[in-house]
């Protein structure tokens, strides 16, 4: 991760976090585990939660807390009130700032006891849910610190939402299942940055894609793109494998798995477990068989077909593969670690509300990574940049 790695070396000199105290709560990796080791470089204490039970990777937990003395509150396949434990346990430590993934955190922060939003002076939010929450805080006017929307950063859209979600969602399907995807019919639900990089994806292995979609421009823009859209309701009849990538509740529900083919696969790529029905399946199943393959439940139905879901209907590409891959939060998480020194200088100055990642951090990643990749780009001459910033020339 050699854009972390230059910035922690920056750090060390430079101590841009000296006495703060970060509360995080994101998902326990490597990459995260990198973040973490940086920040603490750059003189922060650190507390982490997890961002999701299944994402934790317990190794990685144990190291971090023995070997770099990281206040680590997470463990792999926590159940719910054990995961919210965590987070209170992250937040009792009285955080300067906060990092979240999905806004549990933060969420917590607002409906605990008041006290706890004392000493806060700003956070970072990852992903799409997470902005979303956020913003429905700040319409709310509930929000009470500000926010760097670090999810809506052109990088992190491009980077982390397209390539990243892309490639390991598929990568998940196969790990799970070793599913040959040429020649199957994969349905999309959400056609965002992370729908359009699953759809690309699995395109490129051979599989006949449908996207469905209630925006009309995504939809328009799938169905440019040479994706076949369709509502669910029809789409569920032909899928063989369908991803969930919407940041919505319900997406495969009673109707659907009323008309899905027998071994069809189910899996959500989307930040929280409801976008499929599992309550209902559970509820109306015959019988389930666990584990027929690691992170693969068999759902048997009245009428003998069996449906197959991935990784409890969590994030699939953590729970059952590895996440974004290394080079993709490198970029991900050295703009994270920016943000937090940029909050660390002006956070106090700021309202309460959800603001975008300052132009200047964002192109800085781009011009890391670029260095990293050994690509050069053309720079603006004389002329065009007068061109460009004058209205008398046409
Ligand atoms: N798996 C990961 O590692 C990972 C990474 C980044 C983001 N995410 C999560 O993935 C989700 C999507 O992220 P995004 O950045 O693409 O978000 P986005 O909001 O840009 O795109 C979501 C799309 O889903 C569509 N949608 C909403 N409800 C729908 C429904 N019922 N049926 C069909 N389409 C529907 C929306 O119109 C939108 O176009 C979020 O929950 C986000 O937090 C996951």
Redesign the pocket.
């Known amino acids: 991760m050699p854009a972390l790695a230059s910035i922690r070396a920056r750090f060390e000199r430079e101590q841009p976090l000296a006495g703060l105290r970060i509360a995080a709560a994101l998902h326990v990796t490597p990459e995260t585990a990198n973040l973490m080791i940086v920040l603490q470089a750059g003189g922060a204490e650190l507390h982490l939660a997890a961002a999701n039970p299944l994402s934790t990777q317990d190794d990685i937990a144990v190291a971090l807390l023995e070997r770099y003395g990281v206040a680590v509150h997470a463990r792999r396949g926590a159940d719910r009130a054990t995961y919210d434990g965590h987070l209170d346990a992250a937040l009792a430590a009285g955080p300067h700032l906060v990092l979240d993934d999905?806004c549990d955190l933060v969420s917590r922060l607002h409906t605990g006891p008041s006290q706890r939003l004392a000493g806060v002076q700003g956070g970072c939010e990852q992903?799409?849910?997470?902005v979303?929450r956020l913003r429905a805080m700040a319409a709310e006017q509930a929000l009470r610190f500000p926010v760097l929307a670090v999810?809506d950063s052109p990088i992190q859209?491009s980077f982390?939402?397209r390539h990243?979600?892309g490639q390991?969602?598929v990568d998940a399907l196969v790990r799970a299942t070793n599913v040959l995807l040429a020649g199957r019919t994969v349905v999309v639900?959400?056609?965002?940055?992370?729908?359009?990089g699953i759809a690309d994806r699995a395109r490129g292995l051979g599989a006949s894609v449908v996207v469905?979609?209630?925006?009309p421009s995504?939809a328009l823009e799938a169905a440019m793109s040479g994706f076949r859209v369709l509502p669910?309701a029809q789409a569920a009849a032909e899928g063989d494998i369908f991803v969930t990538?919407?940041?919505?509740r319900?997406?495969l529900t009673e109707a659907h798995f009323a008309v899905m083919k027998d071994h069809a696969i189910l899996a959500n790529?989307?930040?929280?477990d409801l976008e499929i029905d599992l309550a209902w399946l559970r509820a109306h199943c015959v019988d389930v068989r666990s584990g027929v393959r690691p992170q693969v439940d068999e759902y048997l139905l009245a009428d003998g077909r069996r449906l197959l879901v991935l990784a409890e209907g969590r994030?699939?590409?953590?729970a059952a593969a590895e996440?974004?891959p290394p080079a993709v939060m490198d970029v991900s998480f050295a703009g994270q670690a920016l943000c937090v020194e940029w909050l660390a200088q002006h956070a106090g100055s700021l309202e309460p509300g959800v603001y975008d990642v300052p132009p200047a951090i964002d192109r800085g990643l781009a011009e890391l990574q670029l260095a990293a990749m050994g690509i050069r780009i053309d720079r603006l001459d004389h002329e065009q940049q007068t061109y460009l910033t004058s209205w008398r020339q046409g």
């Open positions: 999905g992903t799409s849910t997470g979303v999810n859209q982390a939402n990243g979600t390991s969602t639900a959400g056609f965002g940055n992370c729908g359009k469905t979609e209630v925006d995504r669910m990538v919407t940041g919505n319900g997406v790529s989307g930040h929280f994030l699939v590409n953590l996440g974004h």
